[in-house]
Each structure stands twice: as C-alpha cells, then as structure tokens.
C-alpha cells in the first residue's frame, strides 16, 4: 500500500471522494465534517452544525453541494462554495448510517436506525419515498450506478435488492405511460400498498448482521462484509440471486467492503486494524496493510483515480495499491514502455506506436507491476524489475527484444528471472543488480553473476554511466565507480525517487518526492527547489533545461536554481522527453501523450544567464513575455532596462525608468500618472543626472517654488527669476519675495518688500547702504525718532548675487559612457534600423597606392627571398640601374652639403595635424576643425549648394576652437597646442581625423527645446532655434548609416518646422481688413496643416484652421480639419469643442468662397511666396533642406535654411566616411 496522505483527528465514521477536484470530506464521531486537499495536504474547512456523530457523508457529482447524515436524526445538504448548510431534511426517527446521491435524478439516499430506507427530493426538499422491511438496523444503502435498484444491508443478517422503477417512473417521468398506465398504477396502490419500491431479491447466508454492501460498477455482482467477519460476494440476474463465494480471513467484525474499480479485485477492512485485498477470481487474500492500534470502520474509491480512503479510530489514509508509474526507458527517438504484459515502442517523430513482444506470465491472474525498465541499444535487451516493496518478493526480468517482430500478435518472449531488488546496465554486456541482501552483483547476458561487488550498504541503484552507479542510502546518494570499486562522489539527499542525466551525462537531476536536486557529474550541487505538491518526472531540454513537473504542474529550471511554471496540468503525468515545444510523456493509463509548452519563458532567462543578448534582444520583440514575475526576475538580476519592454502599468514603469535612470521613460510615466510623490521623484533623479530642464518641470508641477527659484539662480536664468519675484507677489508670500528680489539684486524691491512687511528700520538701512538716498530720505520721514536710533555700519558690504557669466539653457554636460547592449538595441530601433558596424573601408580611403607597392618575392620555401639576392644572381639585368650617367647637376652651395663636409643642415618640416586632417578627410567638419576655412567652404557649395557663409561663422570658428587644446608649457615660449583624435587607438601621425566638437546627440538635445519653444508659441525664437540646429547638421560627423539617417531626418524636421512657423508668423502680420485678406489668411493656415509637425502641434495648427475656415464660411473644408484633429486625439475639452464645430459644418457641408487649397490633390508649399505647387507642376529645391519653391526663385538664396542657393546642383551633403565608399 502507497500513502498518499493521511490526518489525525476523531474517529472517522463517514468518507467521500469530489469526483474532479482533489477532495475529500470525512465525517467524525464528534459532530465535526473535515473538507480536506489530499493533494496539498491541507484542510480546506470545517462544518459542525451536527449535533453527535456523522456518520454518512456524499459529494454530488455535478454540483457544488454535499449531504451528510448523523446521530441527531437529520440530513443537511451543504454548499461548499457558499460554506453554510442549505437546509435540513427531517423525517428518521433514529440515528441515520448512509446517505448517497443519485448519480441522475435530483435523489438521496438514506438508510437508518429506524429499520427503514428513505428517498428524499433535493430540489422539492421532500421525501418522496419510505422503504420498509428490514426488521433490524438498515446499516447501508446504496443506488445502482445505472439500473432502478438499491441494495440495503441490516443488522437482521439479511442483504435486500429494491426496484424503485416505479419510483423512476412515478417522480422522475410523470405522464409518460399514459391513462392506462396511471390507472394500472394506482389499482396495485389500493390493492398492495406502495408500488414505489418493491423488494426483488432477499440475501441470506451471513450468520450476523451486514454492515456494508454495494453493487459492482459493471457486472451483476455485489459485495457485503458483516459481524461474522467474513466478505461475500453475491450475483444476481432479472430473476433470481445467489452466493458466489466467500473471503475469509478477516479475524473481527468487517466494517466496510468494495470492488476496485479497474482490476479484479476487492478491498475490505475490519474492526481487526487491517484492510485486505483480495483476487476476484479466486477469492483469496493477495495484500493484507495492518495498523497498530486503529480499528477500521469505513472506507471509499475514487470515481476516476486510483485512490482509496479508508477512515479509522485516529484519522483517515489516503493510499494507492500499487505504483501508477509505467516503467518506461528513453533512447535518441524511441520510448520503450510496459503495457498490458506487452513491451510497447512509440517512436517520437513518427507517432507510431507498436507491440514488440509480450511479456511471460507467471500464472495466477494478479501479477505484480514492473516498476522500473533499464535498456541496453547495444545488444537490444530490457531489464524489467518488479519491486514489491519487500526484497524477499522483489524480481526482474532480462528480455531480448526481438529485431523482427508481429506487432498486430507479438510473440511471448522467454525472459531470464531472477530475484532482486533493482537491476541497471553499466557496460555493453553486464548489468549490476542490487540482491534481496542489498549487495552489489555483476552479471552477464546469460544472468550469469560474473563478480560481487562490495560497495557502501544502499537500498536501490540507479544508472550513472557506463561502469558507474549512482547508490542511494537513507541519507546520501552516492556516484560509485564499479570498475574501481569506490565511491568518487557523494551528495546529501533523502530518498532519492528518481535520477534523470542530461543528454551529454554532464548534469544530473535528483528526484525526491518534494526536491529536486541539480548537480554536475561530480554531483556538485548547483541548484535545489522544494515543490510542496509532489514531483513526478523529469526531462532534459536541448539547451541544457531541467523540465519537471508535479501533479498538475509542468516546470523549469536552470542550473542557477531560476524556475517557473510552463503550464498546468489536468492529471499526472510522466515526461519521456523534450524537444522545442513538444513534451513527449506518457499517463497513467499507460497511453503515450504530446503536450505543447511555451518555452519561451525559460529560454529567456537561459539566454540572460547566458549572456547571449541578441537572443534576448530577439525575444523581447518577437515573443509575448509578460507578468509580475519576469519583471521581478529582471529587476533581481539587475536588467530593468529589458523589464520596460514589457511593463504596461505605469507606476511599475516609472519605478523602473528610475532604477536604470532613464530620464526620457519617466518623465512620461510622470505625466501620465500625475502625482505629486512621482513628480518629487522624477526631480531628485533629473537634479542628480544635471537635466535642470525636467527639474524645473517637476517643480512647476509640484509647484515647489523655493526649489524652482534657487534652480533659476544656480543656472543663470535672470528672467525667470523675475518672474519668480512676480509670482511670489501674487501668491502674497513675503519670505519667497524677499529672497527671489536678493537672488535677482532687485534692491528697490526688497525696500518695497520691507516697507510693505513693516520693517522700516531695515529698509531704511537697505536704502542707505546701497547709496539710494532719495529712498532713504523717503523712509526716514516716516520713522520715528526711537526707530532712527540706528547707525549704518562703516565697513557695511552690498548684499547682491554674482551676475551669471553665461544662461545655462542646456542641461550640464554628463560623461560619455557605454550603453548596455538593450538601450543601443533600443535606440537603433527607434532610429528604423539596426545599428551597422563599420568596417576598414570606412576608415582608409583605398586610391592607386595598392598599384604603386611592389610584389613580395617568396623563394621555393614560400620564405621571402632575401634583398639582393635577385641582384646578385642577374647582375646583366641591370635591375638596380638608376640611370643616373648622364645627368646634368649643378654645384653644390653652401649649407647644402652633407654633415660629413661641415656643413649645418636643419631638419625638414614636418606636415601639420591640421594638414594630415585635410588630406585624410573630404568631410567639411574635419576641414572647418583644421583651419582650413577655404576648403570647408568649396566642400559644403559643392555638396549642398551653399554659398552665404556669414550665418555659418560662429560655426566654423566653434570647430576651430574645440579642435585642439593648448598648454603652456615655459613662460618665455608661446602656448604649445595639441591635436586631439576622434581616431586615437589606430591614429599615428599620418592616419589621425579631427576630434569633431557638435555631436548629433547636441543637436537632438536642441531640438528638444525648440520643439517647447514652439509649443509655447514662440515662433520667432523656435525659427531661429531650429535654423540654428540646421545650421550645425553640416558640421557633425557620424560613424554609421543609423546616425546618418537620424541626421538626415533632423535636417527634414528643422525644414518643416521653419517653413511651417514662419509661414504662421507671416500669416498673423498680414492685414486683416478686406475679404481677399482673410480668404488669404485660411489659405495659409490650411497650408500649415500640411507640414509635416509633432502630433501636439499638429493639433494646434488644425484648431487655427478649423476656426479661420468656420469664420469663413467654408464649412465643407472646416468639418475636414475637425475630423483630422479627432483622429489625433485631442485633450476633453478640445475634443468636446470641435465635436461641436463637426457637428455644426455637417448640417450646412458647403464652402461658401472658394480658395486656393484643394486638400486632396498632394501638393508641397513654396518656401518663399507659401503658395501650393501641385503634384506635375514645374518646381525647384533648395540642395541643402530640400525645401520646394516656384521656378521663378531658382538663384536666389533659400530662405528656409539663409545660406544655400535654389536649384543649384550638388552632389549632396557627406557627413561620414562611409559615403564615400
């Protein structure tokens, strides 16, 4: 018997299995009814509404209710959901035994003390039938599992059969037979009493009274055990009943009796401490499980499990007969498994699934199961042990399995047996097994013992490699050289159930029944997990992952000890292998299963672990990763940046974007969550990270003042800080008034303030120690003469701030570091594209160099020949012949002879690092950097048509500058200056380029700001800050075509915004007088709806054109631009206004004036007369922004960019050495 679970409590006189969920309900002599999970071993509940013992309880089958019956004469049916009885069915008069539902009709059971048998309605909450004829105790009642019978069993030594077909027909069918049929009915009523029930067979053969009986769930049959001690089994037809045969051996009263629901067998257990097994056919005891002191009174199976319980004088045990495992060996693509005596082989990949032999029986109709299978491919032979638990009845079994085979009528295989405990192969030819005296025995092929091993005392063995074993003891499991005879390892683990070895024996599974051990093979222990449901099997993935599961759970785990869960299961399962997504695994009932897993959840993790971040990278796109727990997984190994890939809620999003410091994903989990703590937050981390941009909006949202007015003082913005004084005095906060006018030097205010406040003595004293004496005067006349009592200090100082040197509008500059592997993935995939490696052609210019080097000469040894070898060899060859004989030279001057005669010569200049940058560049960065303004001019008219270069000179002379650094190095020697590269490790002295200042990063930075200024309306400062930024794109150089786009769509954005802007500043200073000039006006800002802006922009220029064109009339064209701002999705109380407008243009949609704007004809806007040029009509561009204008301003400078020339051809800006491959 295997015990599954047990509990301690008062005498159990009542069991029920749930038929699907994992329950059971036990009812106690006290009055108490247990609801208990065997599976999680835990108590669920309790209900003690019983007055005395309970001694029937029941599950319904369908419905989330059960009955129970007790000492106190009453039924109650419960709702374990609701957990509170329904109601009470009153009617016995004395203490009730059974009660049972009826598996279809809305029917209980009910037997009792009161020598009757009642049938109650659950649903009318009546009885609707009482059954007599027992003249003792009814001790037990029960219903057929499919016929209209009851079986009954009392103490007056009798077992009585009940049709209650006419119950059925009365109750459950009313009607159905007609008048004929009612009126037959009601005639046997008046003549013989109640047709309900009618008792169609009598029992008799017990010698005292029955205490239980029941039907089989399929064959006529039935089982009683009564005070006489003994079982007897009974079978019945339409007619008549007899006595089969009875069991005997039982030595007290036998309290409860039943068939297994799968073999032939039956259970019983007695007042005598035992449960007996015992074979149907021949009716003999097979098992017999005894306890010490516990008598045994009842006892039930499981409808669909192979569960039993049995309740007894100190709890209940829930208990298997025998293991459910099917054995089962695994080799490359083949599953050989044990099925009905027969040796069974699925083959993975094709499905196909065949009998290979039948297994040899060894007479008698109960064979014990084969509980393990070791298979050897070399020679094609299986060990099957069958272990019984007991050493001395323990065997197995060598089989060869046969190469040819019938499978539709296998033959019965002749298989060598031997007594043993376990048997496992070690090599090709021999196998150990482990003797009823638990040594270690070598054999043969031919189960011949080859040499006895002494080894370390163990109970079982298990595989470990050719010429290894793995030992377990009670405490340890042991590796265990069989060649060597000695023990190389050993881990400590209690009763090790299970050894599962990866495929290449480099790592092992421990399986206990809550463990699961991972080890190296040297059984180092690199991983444990305790599961608290119990484990049942376990499989190697092709990536190195353990694959387990419990009983309703399939599991991961790495060899860091990270697991989850892969999914959960319905019942039990044993794993044979895994490949990709497919578990292959075999059930209880024998029958091989394919399951789907995701696996992607642990592959995830391996690859982090595993340092492989492309594939994390690959995954993070591709796969669908979500929940708490991979985000607190990443979080613990320190990746948040991979955990805002799947994060949605934005709390868990902004703590993130602040536990890796991105400044750009919290602010916007800021806004969105709008919450004073996140904004505090958001603050402090910007403040250290020296983004004084996102403080000051913190603090405005926070509306931190004091903060906000010492962040304008320490970054020099003057201008805000007057504003703060002016806020401060709206507020009406004196202390933030005074100290915003001593943060600006305002001293005129701070008088005011100290006036204002009362404190005229101090503003007296401010007045005269700033030197305002007209103020001074003012004041003292309206001091008293006690307040005048006061001196000025002789020595008193002016109390002013320092004047900023320079306004600090960028944020402070922060040292270039390394990006993670995720944020570069990140930001190239916000670029468009993957980020590309450049490569050596990048670098070197290739020209007709390679032409001019001659040819290495390799002797006959493939060794370059030595110099001068050719000359020596050909001296007729005239190879070395200079041709110099007839030269004409003049004399030499003075100085220019060698140092050998005397004379000085001095050492030849070298080329300049500005120089060595020009000749290695065609950048004009580079050109600008070296000085050489000449030629970065030439390049940047030839590659983008420029040609007014007076905007570009504070560019020009900034590369200069940022270009080199200078130090001195005596007082009396002029600055030495140095030529920093952006090329330094592969540099050298003619191979170095310019360390470039203006980095793209810079100009995305601004561009930021001009995108607030823009918002705020400032569209003369935006156009200059955009031109600006357009401006330095000619002037950055980037390594790589994800840079190089991210430059070219800046250039495409300052385009748009400047062309955009100051056609809206044009718009607003044209007269708005006439009718032409407002027809004009919507012109113009229809057009602006076209440029290609930020959505939050867009929104603005369509609510500008919406309003001109309903002013206008055109409510046809206004409905348009409506519906264009809805789909951007507006603010409420913008949306809510436009609705208004849309619905207001769709009752009249006409356009009373006509305008020069056809919105669904595509069309770009002059740059200078911001008219339409229309798709097929003739137009010019600017080379350098690409901006569109009529023919008619081709030559003339573009005034987009102001430095560029219309239609002038270029071949286009360079701005990285890969554009010239």
Not at 188 to 204: M, R, W
Not at 365 to 394: C, F, H, I, K, Q
Not at 475 to 484: G, N
Not at 727 to 734: C, L, P, Q, V, W
Request: aromatic share 8%.
């Amino acid at each position: 018997m295997l015990t599954k679970f047990e509990t301690k409590s008062a005498r159990v006189k009542g069991v029920a299995f749930h038929p699907n969920r994992p329950w059971i309900l036990s009812s106690l002599h006290n009055g108490v009814i247990q609801l208990w999970d065997y599976r999680m071993c835990t108590l669920i509940d309790r209900y003690d509404e019983h007055d005395g013992p309970v001694r029937g309880v029941d599950f319904h089958c369908n419905q989330p209710i059960f009955v129970s019956g007790g000492d106190d004469y009453k039924i109650k049916v419960w709702n374990y959901k609701q957990k509170r009885c329904l109601f009470t069915l009153l009617g016995h008069l004395d203490y009730i035994r059974t009660c049972f539902f009826h598996k279809e009709y809305p029917w209980i059971l009910s037997s009792s003390d009161d020598q009757t048998i009642r049938v109650w309605n659950w649903q009318s909450r009546n009885c609707i039938c009482v059954i007599t004829g027992h003249n003792h105790y009814v001790m037990c009642a029960q219903f057929h599992p499919s016929e209209d019978l009851i079986v009954s069993a009392s103490l007056d030594q009798t077992i009585r059969v009940w049709d209650i077909s006419g119950l059925r027909k009365k109750t459950a069918q009313p009607g159905l037979g007609g008048l004929e049929e009612q009126i037959k009915g009601s005639g046997q009523t008046d003549l013989f009493g109640s047709s309900d029930a009618i008792v169609k067979h009598v029992l008799e053969g017990h010698d005292r009274g029955v205490n239980w009986v029941t039907f089989h769930p399929t064959m006529p049959l039935i089982i009683s055990g009564a005070d006489d001690r003994q079982v007897k089994l009974w079978r019945m037809n339409d007619t008549k009943a007899w006595e089969v045969d009875t069991c005997r051996g039982h030595y007290n009263n036998v309290s409860c009796a039943l068939f297994h629901p799968r073999q032939d067998l039956i259970l019983s257990n007695s007042e005598d401490k035992s449960i007996r097994v015992w074979d149907m056919s021949k009716r003999t005891s097979i098992q017999t499980f005894r306890r010490e002191n516990d008598r045994f009174w009842v006892m039930a199976a499981h409808p669909t499990l192979n569960l039993f319980v049995a309740g007894h004088d100190t709890g209940l045990v829930v208990f298997k007969l025998e293991r459910e495992r099917p054995p089962y060996a695994v080799y490359q693509n083949k599953l050989y498994y044990v099925k009905d005596r027969y040796l069974r082989l699925y083959e993975m990949g094709t499905s196909k699934d065949v009998a290979v032999m039948q297994l040899k029986r060894n007479g008698g109709s109960y064979r014990p199961p084969v509980s393990s299978m070791s298979y050897n491919p070399a020679e094609n032979a299986v060990l099957l042990t069958t272990n019984t638990g007991n050493a001395d009845s323990s065997a197995y079994e060598l089989y060869n399995i046969p190469k040819d085979y019938d499978s539709a009528n296998p033959d019965v295989a002749e298989g060598k047996r031997s007594s043993g405990v376990a048997a496992v192969w070690v090599a090709r030819n021999r196998f150990t097994v482990l003797d009823r005296s638990h040594q270690l025995v070598v054999k043969n092929l031919r189960n011949e013992v080859t040499k006895k091993v002494p080894a370390a005392t163990c109970d079982m063995i298990f595989y470990a490699g050719t010429g290894s074993l793995l030992l377990r003891d009670s405490e340890h499991v042991t590796l265990f050289d069989v060649q060597q005879r000695r023990s190389l390892a050993k881990v400590k683990m209690a009763k090790c159930k299970h050894v599962v070895w990866s495929a290449d024996m480099s790592h092992v599974a421990l399986i206990s029944k809550h463990y699961v051990i991972i080890c190296n093979r040297k059984l180092d222990t690199l991983a444990t997990i305790h599961e608290s449901v119990r484990l049942k099997s376990a499989a190697w993935d092709d990536s190195g992952v353990l694959v387990y599961n419990t009983s309703n759970h399939i599991k991961y785990a790495l060899s860091n000890g990270d697991n989850g869960i892969i999914r959960t299961l319905d019942l039990p399962i044993y794993m044979a292998q895994v490949k990709g997504n497919t578990v292959y695994c075999l059930d209880r009932e024998c029958k091989t299963r394919v399951l789907s897993i995701d696996s992607t959840e642990f592959k995830f993790k391996l690859a982090l672990v595993n340092r492989k971040y492309d594939e994390v990278l690959h995954m993070v796109r591709n796969a669908k990763l979500v929940g708490q727990a991979i985000i607190a997984y990443l979080q613990k190994k320190g990746y948040p940046e991979v955990a805002l890939h799947f994060v949605k809620d934005e709390r868990t999003r902004f703590a993130l974007a602040l536990e890796c410091g991105n400044i750009e994903i919290a602010l916007e989990s800021a806004r969105a969550l709008d919450d004073k703590e996140c904004w505090d937050k958001l603050s402090d981390m910007a403040l250290a990270q020296g983004n004084h941009q996102v403080v000051e909006m913190a603090y405005q949202r926070t509306k931190n003042f004091s903060r906000l007015s010492f962040l304008y003082l320490i970054t020099g913005n003057m201008e805000r800080l007057k504003k703060m004084v002016k806020i401060a005095e709206i507020r009406k906060d004196t202390a933030s008034h005074y100290h915003n006018a001593l943060f600006v030097g305002d001293v005129r205010e701070r008088i005011k303030i100290l006036r204002t406040s009362g404190q005229g003595p101090l503003a007296y004293l401010t007045a005269v120690t700033h030197g305002l004496t007209e103020e001074a005067e003012e004041i003292k006349q309206s001091l008293g003469e006690e307040e005048m009592a006061i001196a000025v200090h002789p020595r008193a100082k002016l109390l002013r701030p320092p004047p900023p040197i320079l306004q600090s509008d960028q944020n402070w500059p922060l040292l270039t570091t390394t990006r993670s592997f995720f944020e570069q993935s990140a930001t190239a995939r916000t670029a468009g594209g993957p980020k590309l490696v450049a490569d050596f052609d990048a670098v070197v210019k290739v020209e007709g160099g390679w032409e001019d080097d001659e040819e290495v000469i390799l002797d006959e040894e493939g060794l370059p020949a030595a110099v001068g070898e050719e000359g020596e060899d050909d001296e007729e060859g005239g190879g070395w012949d200079a041709g110099d004989d007839d030269l004409e030279l003049p004399d030499l001057e003075p100085g220019s002879a060698s140092v050998s005669e005397g004379y000085f010569v001095p050492p030849t200049k070298g080329t300049s690092q500005a120089q060595v940058w020009c000749n290695n560049s065609q950048l004009p960065a580079d050109h600008a950097a070296a000085g050489s303004l000449e030629t970065a001019m030439r390049l940047l008219h030839d590659q983008i048509g420029i040609v007014e270069f007076a905007p570009l000179k504070p560019l020009f002379m900034q590369a200069y500058s940022t270009a080199r650094t200078s130090f001195v190095a005596l007082a009396s020697l002029p600055p030495l200056f140095t030529y920093p590269h952006r090329n330094w490790q592969d540099a050298g002295a003619k191979k170095g380029l310019a360390a470039v200042g203006l980095q793209l990063g810079t100009l995305v930075q601004r561009l930021q700001s001009a995108y607030q200024l823009a918002t705020q309306g400032k569209f003369n400062d935006a156009v200059s800050k955009f031109r600006l930024i357009l401006h330095g794109v000619p002037f950055i150089v980037v390594e790589n075509r994800q840079e190089l786009t991210e430059a070219q769509q800046l250039i495409g954005i300052c385009r748009e915004y400047i062309l955009g802007l100051s056609m809206e500043v044009s718009r607003k200073e044209l007269p708005k007088a006439s009718l032409e000039d407002q027809k004009r006006s919507s012109e113009m800002a229809a057009y602006f709806t076209h440029c290609n802006l930020q959505p939050v922009h867009l929104m603005l220029a369509l609510r500008t054109a919406q309003n001109l064109f309903y002013k206008l009339k055109n409510f046809k064209t206004c409905s348009s631009f409506a519906r264009r701002l809805l789909e951007l999705g507006p603010k409420p109380e913008m949306a809510q206004q436009t609705r208004k407008v849309l619905q207001a243009c769709d009752k009249n949609p006409h356009d009373e004036h006509r305008l020069q704007y056809d919105e669904h004809n595509p069309f770009t806007i002059c740059g200078s007369s911001y008219k339409p040029i229309y798709r097929g009509k003739e137009s010019v561009k600017c080379p350098f922004c690409e901006a569109t204008f009529l023919p008619a301003y081709k030559g003339t400078v573009c005034p987009v960019d102001q430095v560029a020339e219309i239609g002038k051809d270029s071949i286009g800006l360079r701005l990285s050495p890969t554009q010239f491959r």
